[in-house]
């Protein structure tokens, strides 16, 4: 199984700062037919669904703010907030759907300063 | 509009059994595999099976603690996804999701199941 690891576990951040979450995988995510990294950032606030906002590890899903933004390749990902807001408090999960089991890292949770 | 809604979750007792729906419309069901993923309360995210389409076999994947216990199926006439829940355990208690593989899809609401005496 590929495991998923995040870090950090929590982050507070000031109104306005950069947010940066890790996700790393223990084995690469990167499809080599293809060239797409199998990686998914997911958001989730208290008593709502996960919402997609980065997927193939950095495009942006629709609707979602230019503040996010997603990156890295292989085994190492990122997930940045350009300058936070207080409606992005909430928990952060990046998911690799590179083969099954399709696995989460444990969440950041990320909150205002 | 790609709407996913889930049902059939409630309380069980431990041993008992409950089915999930998902219906899912706004998309072409039949090509897409789907994933169900469940979150315990106060706790992340954990994938729990899936089951390719048709075209792709059909077949169907699970998580080691559900194999053996949860059967995931699909009706491609009804755009619905099932996940039949056997041997239920009080771990198993949590929010039920499904998606599908397309990433950019949304999730539905969830269906809560309590697995409690």
């Known amino acids: 199984d590929i495991v998923m690891t995040q870090s950090p576990d929590s982050l507070a951040v000031s109104l306005g700062e950069r947010a940066t979450i890790n996700c790393k995988s223990s084995q690469s995510v990167l499809y080599s037919s293809n060239n797409k990294n199998y990686l998914t950032w997911y958001q989730q606030k208290p008593g709502q669904p996960p919402r997609v906002l980065i997927y193939w590890a950095s495009t942006r899903a629709s609707g979602v703010p230019e503040r996010f933004s997603g990156g890295g390749s292989g085994t190492d990902f990122t997930l940045t907030i350009s300058s936070l807001q207080a409606e992005d408090v909430a928990v952060y999960y990046c998911?690799?759907?590179?083969?099954?089991?399709?696995?989460f890292g444990g969440g950041t949770n990320v909150e205002i300063k | 509009e790609v709407q996913l809604v889930e049902s059939g979750g409630g309380l069980v007792q431990p041993g008992g059994s409950l089915r999930l729906s998902c219906a899912v419309s706004g998309l072409t069901f039949s090509n897409r595999w789907m994933s169900w993923v469940r979150q315990a309360p106060g706790k992340g995210l954990e994938w729990v099976g899936r089951?390719?389409?048709?075209?792709?076999?059909?077949?169907?994947d699970y998580i080691a603690p559900v194999k053996g216990r949860f059967t995931v199926s699909r009706d491609d006439s009804k755009t619905t996804v099932y996940l039949q829940m056997n041997s239920l355990k009080t771990e198993d208690t949590g929010v039920y999701y499904c998606?599908?593989?397309?990433?950019?899809?949304?999730w539905g609401q969830g269906t809560m199941v309590t697995v409690s005496a």
């Open positions: 998606t599908t593989n397309s990433p950019d899809d949304p």
């Open positions: 998911q690799q759907y590179y083969g099954a089991p399709l696995t």
């Open positions: 089951i390719k389409s048709k075209t792709d076999g059909e077949t169907a």
